[in-house]
Each structure stands twice: as structure tokens, then as C-alpha cells.
């Protein structure tokens, strides 16, 4: 089973600032299957970026997903005051078939 | 569009099963490629993924609730359900219902389960 570890825990930064957030796996991961995700307070999760580096429908392009193998990264290039959210990875196993959320990522203003 | 909705039991007592149900909208739940997953989020905590059942029924589970998970079909409601065994207080959270293909696209409000006597 692949256990995923996102660092920071949490990240204070202001709006204009870049983030950068990682997300390390236990064992190789399918780049096809690796995924972030943005969740604000009392709303479901909603999809950022999917195959590793491809933006959801309507995801502004100051987000940006990277990494293979083990180690994956999701920058925000300029932080907006909406941005400020936890952020998970998510990969996708087909042996067993499973999904797996990373522990999440605040980041806060 | 599809749209996911969850409905069922906000409070169930130890020891009982946990019902939820997940309805279809704007598209068939028998598309083949997708899966159709539970995941839950406990108060102040991150998302766990539950299991998911695809068109065919094949079901899939987290090892680590799959003793005490079922998750089923029914094509003619257009929705999928979630049942889980046995609960007890760690088992209170938001649970979401998601439509997946390696990642998950669309997903439903969530609706809170709590589990006490």
C-alpha cells in the first residue's frame, strides 16, 4: 500500500507570494494517476490537477502540478486571497485497485 | 452534467450500520471506465478513501474497513449505496460520494454522519 506524505503541514504566506507544496510517495507512483486537490471550509474537495501536470476544467493557470516517480509538486504561481485552502495528492493503485490521499497541506495568509 | 448527491441517516448509534446512498444525475452510473467511491473526512481530520464499486459491480475497499464496508448498485435508481458495519464514535465524519477514473472529478456535498447513542 502506498503511503503518501505532504509537507508542509502548513504554509503562511501573503497574496502575491508563490507556493510550493510536495507531496512525497512510499514507492513509484503512475504520473497518469497522480492528482491535488483544494478544499475550502464546509465544501467537498475540488479537482486541480489530474495526471500529474494537467489543470482541471476552469483551474486558473497560476496552478501548476510537476514530478514523477516518487516526488510530486503543485505551485501557485501568485497567490490570490481565494487560494488560501488545504491542498491533498491523491494517487490512484491498480494493484490492489485503491486510492490514497496524502495528510493535506494548510495554506494560510 | 453529473451531479452527485448523498443522502441517508445523519445519526446512528454504536454498534449499528451506517446507510448512505449516492444519486446519479446527468449521466448513467452504468458508463463503463468510471468507478463511483465513497471517501469521509472525520471532524477536523484529512480525507480516507473507502472503496468504490465500478459499472460491472466489481467492488474495491480500503483494507482497512473493507471487514465492515459494502458497496452496491442499483441501475435502476441510477445511485449507489454505502454500507458500513459495526460503527462506533471514530467512524463520525462528512461522507462524500465521488466519481473517479484515477482521479475524481465530481463530487458530492458531503453529508455529516454521527455516530452516539
Known amino acids: 500500500e502506498i503511503v503518501l506524505t505532504q509537507s508542509p503541514g502548513t504554509l503562511s504566506l501573503s497574496p502575491g507570494e508563490r507556493a510550493t507544496l510536495s507531496c512525497r510517495a512510499s514507492?513509484?507512483?503512475?504520473?497518469?494517476?497522480l492528482a491535488w486537490y483544494q478544499q475550502k471550509p464546509g465544501q467537498a474537495p475540488r479537482l486541480l490537477i489530474y495526471g500529474a501536470f494537467n489543470r482541471a476544467t476552469g483551474i486558473p493557470d497560476r496552478f501548476s502540478g510537476s514530478g514523477s516517480g516518487t516526488d510530486f509538486t503543485l505551485t501557485i504561481s501568485r497567490l490570490e486571497p481565494e487560494d488560501f485552502a488545504v491542498y491533498y495528492c491523491q494517487q490512484y493503485g491498480d494493484s490492489p485497485p485503491m486510492y490514497t490521499f496524502g495528510q493535506g497541506s494548510k495554506l494560510e495568509i | 452534467q453529473l451531479q452527485l448527491q448523498e443522502s441517508g441517516s445523519g445519526l446512528v448509534k454504536p454498534s449499528q450500520t451506517l446507510s448512505l446512498t449516492c444519486a446519479v444525475s446527468?449521466?448513467?452510473?452504468?458508463?463503463?471506465?468510471?468507478?463511483w467511491n465513497w471517501i469521509r473526512q472525520p471532524p477536523g481530520k484529512g480525507l480516507e478513501w473507502i472503496g468504490y464499486?465500478?459499472?460491472?459491480?466489481?467492488?474495491y475497499y480500503n483494507p482497512s474497513l473493507k471487514r465492515r464496508v459494502i458497496i452496491s448498485l442499483d441501475r435502476s435508481k441510477n445511485q449507489f449505496s454505502l454500507k458500513l458495519s459495526s460503527v462506533t464514535a471514530a467512524d463520525t465524519a462528512v461522507y462524500y460520494c465521488?466519481?473517479?477514473?484515477?482521479?475524481?472529478?465530481?463530487w458530492g456535498q458531503g453529508t455529516t454522519v454521527t455516530v452516539s447513542s
Open positions: 446527468g449521466g448513467s452510473i452504468s458508463s463503463g471506465g468510471y468507478s
Open positions: 464499486i465500478d459499472y460491472s459491480g466489481s467492488t
Open positions: 514507492q513509484s507512483v503512475r504520473s497518469s494517476y
Open positions: 465521488a466519481l473517479g477514473s484515477g482521479d475524481m472529478d465530481v
